[in-house]
C-alpha cells in the first residue's frame, strides 16, 4: 500500500474471467468467484492457492465471508445464494434466494452468539428489484440455516449493490433506477432514497469510523455522505444524510470540462496518461484545453512533430476518450450502450431486447458470455439485428450538439 508495487499476480484456476472477490475479516484468506461457476480460495499471506471447485454452473456474481471469517456466501445468476466452509464444503443452498439472479451479498460486521450457535445478518441483492435480509445460523450440531427476515422493495429495477453500517444498524442499496436507498435494519424500514446520481448506482460502502457513507455510479462519480449522529435520538440519526460533496474520481484539473483546461492542465495530463516526453512540444506549441481536443493525425506530424506512429496513434486514442466523455456526459440514458457506457456509433439489438455498441457485444458474446449484459439471463440467441431507428436518433443529437 506504502507504494503501489505489484506484490504477486494470482490466477484464477481455469483463467476464467473473476467477477467477483473478497477478504476475509482477518485477511487470511481471499476468496474470487469466475464466469465459469467456479469459487477459488487463497492463503492471503503465503499467496498460494488452498482449495478451488466449481460449485454452479452459472456465473458466480457474489461473494464474501462472514464475520468469523470460517464459512463465506456465494450468490450467483441463477438466483441461488450457498453457504461454504472454507474447505468448499456445502453448508447451507438457498434455491431462487434471488428471480433472476443474485448481484451482491453482505455480511453485517457483528454476529451473535446463542449458546451452541452464531447467527448473522446477511444482505442479498438481485435482478427481481429486492433487497433481502437473512439471519444465518450455524449451529454445532445442527449445522447451518437460513432464516428470511425481511424483503425491502424501496426500488424499481435491479439492485446492483448493499452495504451495512459499522455498528450492523443500517444498509444501503444502490439500483439501475439510480437511487439509493437507506433502511434500518432491525424492522427493514425504509429512512432514505436518495436521487444524487444520473445513472446506475453500482458501488457503496459506509466509513468505519466516521459517520461517512459513499456511493459510486456508472455516471462516473462518486458521492460522499455524511450520516445523523448516532448519539442523537432514533428520530434525528435517520435525517437525511447531507452530501458532501460529488466528483469524478479525477484530480486537479481532470475536475474541470477539458474546454476549460490551460497549457499546464494539458502538461499534467500528458504527464498522468504516460506521455511526459511530448509535455515541451505540447508547452511550445500553446496547447491548451480546446486546441487538444482539435489535434488530428496531420497536425500531430506537422505542429508537433510527432514522427512515431504508435505515439501518434496512442494520442489520437485518448483525445478521441476525452471527446467521448464530452458526448456521453450529457447524453440520454437510451443513446450509450450499457457495455462500454458510451454514445453508440453502431447500435445492435440483442436478443434480451436490449440495444448496444455492436463491437462490444459481439466481444461480449465472442468471449462466450451467454447471458445477457442486462439481466443476467440466458440469451435465446446470438444473433444481433441494427437498430437504425435508434441510430437515426442519436445522429440527429449529436449534430445538435
Sequence with gaps: MGTGEVMVKLEHPGRSPVRVCSLSPDTSFLLSGASNGTVAVWDFHCKKLRKSGVITEATVMACCFAPSGQ?????????????????????????????????????APQYDVDGSSLQFRLASCGQDNQLKIWI????????????????????????????????GEMLVSGSVDKTVTLYNVSNGVLLHTLKQHESFVTACAFSPTLPWMATGSMDKTVSVWRIGDKDHSQAESSRKPQCLGTGNGLSGYSSRPVSDWTEVDVSAWLTEEGLEQLVTSFTANNID?????????????????????????????????????????????????????????????????????????????????????????PLPSTVITPNRSLKAAIARWTVNQ
Design 71 to 107: 464459512m463465506f456466501v456465494t450468490g450467483c445468476t441463477s438466483g441461488d445464494i450457498q453457504v461454504w466452509d472454507l474447505d468448499l464444503k456445502q453448508l447451507h443452498a438457498k434455491k431462487d434466494a434471488h428471480d433472476l439472479g443474485v448481484t451482491c451479498c453482505q455480511f
Design 136 to 167: 444465518v445460523s450455524q449451529h454445532v450440531t445442527t449445522g447451518c440455516e437460513m432464516q428470511l427476515l425481511h424483503t425491502l422493495t424501496g426500488q424499481s429495477a435491479p439492485v446492483l449493490c448493499c452495504a451495512f453500517s459499522s455498528d
Design 289 to 377: 484545453g480546446p486546441e487538444l481536443l482539435r489535434q488530428t493525425k496531420d497536425t500531430l506530424v506537422s505542429e508537433l512533430g510527432i514522427d512515431s506512429v504508435g505515439l501518434r496513434s496512442k494520442v489520437l486514442r485518448k483525445v478521441e476518450a476525452l471527446n467521448a466523455g464530452l458526448v456521453g456526459a450529457d447524453a440520454p440514458d437510451e443513446f450509450l450502450c450499457p457495455i462500454t457506457r458510451e454514445v453508440m456509433k453502431d447500435p445492435v439489438m440483442a436478443s434480451d431486447g436490449y440495444s448496444y455498441e455492436r463491437e462490444a457485444i459481439m466481444t461480449w458474446i465472442s468471449n462466450k458470455n451467454r447471458t445477457s449484459p442486462m439481466t443476467n439471463l
